[in-house]
């Protein structure tokens, strides 16, 4: 069973309300309010699109999301979520992630 198989993808959804949308958009996008505050000079991956979420393992967007943009050789901006969620929740932040592109 994959990482992806086993998260609850609305489960997840709200996590990402929560964590991840000032960010990365309420679509998943790469489009969040945030970014521009934050003067970014890249802008997150765009999960709505179907070949660049295929694009991405499991692994990575799970270590992106432990570790943060920085330990993975991206933004910096990006921060770390570890610390501040537990396995189930990221297995259901990476299903919601999965389930965007449609």
């Keep these: 069973m994959t990482a992806f198989a086993a998260g609850d993808a609305q489960a997840g959804a709200k996590i990402f309300n929560q964590q ?3 960010c990365h958009g309420s679509g998943g ?3 969040g309010p945030d970014l521009v505050k934050l ?3 890249v802008t997150p991956d765009n999960w709505a699109d179907k070949a660049t979420n295929q694009e991405l393992s499991d692994d990575f967007i799970v270590a992106m999301i432990t570790k943060g943009g920085r330990a993975n050789g991206k933004s ?3 921060p770390a979520f570890g610390d501040k969620l537990n396995a189930d929740q990221i297995r259901d932040l990476l ?4 389930s ?3």
Excluded: Y
């Design 95 to 98: 299903a919601f992630i999965r």
């Design 29 to 31: 996008r790469g489009d």
């Design 39 to 41: 003067q970014a000079a």
């Design 20 to 22: 991840c949308a000032r």
């Design 76 to 78: 910096r901006i990006m």
């Design 100 to 102: 965007v592109p449609k």
